[in-house]
């Protein structure tokens, strides 16, 4: 399973796909499969070809006001935001910070009274929901409105040990009318996957994505149709987040 779902795709990245093109056309000795392998690591390394991965990737969506989404009964900030860099001091630094500030955003905002961050692991520290719980307590979050969940490794962990979180906790109050509903904050190319792997998980789920990969403010010029390393991550990126939709989906 570890090989389907995180070995097996990086032969079908923009990268991989045109190293297996190539080698093929050498092989056979065709070389169109030689210009076609180069061509998708053109097209994919641009901009315009890249933006556009990575917006359907996002499912199109928009980024939204907390004030104006409706109330639920936990906000769900995923992990995926920090990094441990070398050294031996163990800090923990940020790689994105989106997702935190957007799950404090809307406990402000007062549209859940629980604040709850996943335990993603983070090598040499505590899990990243500690960690995050430690800053939402420094920022004001009063801690018992704050919940971590215990370590996980990937998003279908994430789901499992939220739903099971608050179903305990609606359990304990006798409320068992309807499935417990969330605001889920996490970055906009992953809300699909993440969205339907909390639904499993018997969540009723308002999606808040957060971290957009494509800024609204450009628009096109020539260079959108020159290759550079940035757009040929969104596109991996986008493609890597397409296979783990179709994993899901088969799989699970």
């Known amino acids: 399973m570890i090989f389907l779902r995180q070995l097996l795709p990086l032969f079908f990245l923009p990268v991989g796909v045109c190293i297996l093109l190539v080698l ?32 359907a990737a996002e499912g199109w969506t928009e980024r939204i006001e907390a004030n104006v989404v409706s109330e639920a009964d936990a906000i769900v900030v995923l992990s995926g935001g920090r990094v441990v860099p070398p050294g031996e001091t163990a800090a923990s630094e940020w790689i994105d910070a989106d997702r935190f500030f957007g799950g404090l955003d809307l406990f402000r905002a007062g549209k859940a009274p629980l604040l709850i961050f996943t335990g993603g692991l983070v090598p040499g520290t505590v899990s990243e929901g500690e960690f995050l719980a430690g800053h939402a307590k420094a920022m004001g979050v009063p801690p018992d409105a704050i919940l971590t969940t215990g370590l996980v490794t990937n998003t279908a962990e994430e789901a499992r040990a939220v739903g099971s979180l608050l179903g305990e906790r609606k359990a304990a ?18 809300m699909p996957r993440a969205r339907r792997l909390f639904e499993r998980s018997g969540l009723t789920v308002l999606p808040f994505p957060v971290d957009f990969q494509v800024s609204a403010s450009g628009g096109f010029n020539l260079l959108d149709l020159l290759p550079n390393a940035g757009a040929l991550r969104r596109a991996e990126i986008a493609w890597r987040e397409t296979y783990g939709q179709l994993y899901y989906s088969v799989v699970q």
Do not use: K, Y
């Open 24 to 55: 093929a056309g050498l092989r056979l000795n065709r070389q169109r499969l030689i210009w076609l392998g180069l061509a998708v690591l053109w097209v994919s390394s641009t901009p315009l070809a890249s933006d556009l991965m990575m917006r």
């Open 173 to 190: 109050a006798a409320n068992q009318e309807s499935s417990p509903r969330v605001l889920l904050v996490t970055s906009a190319f992953h």
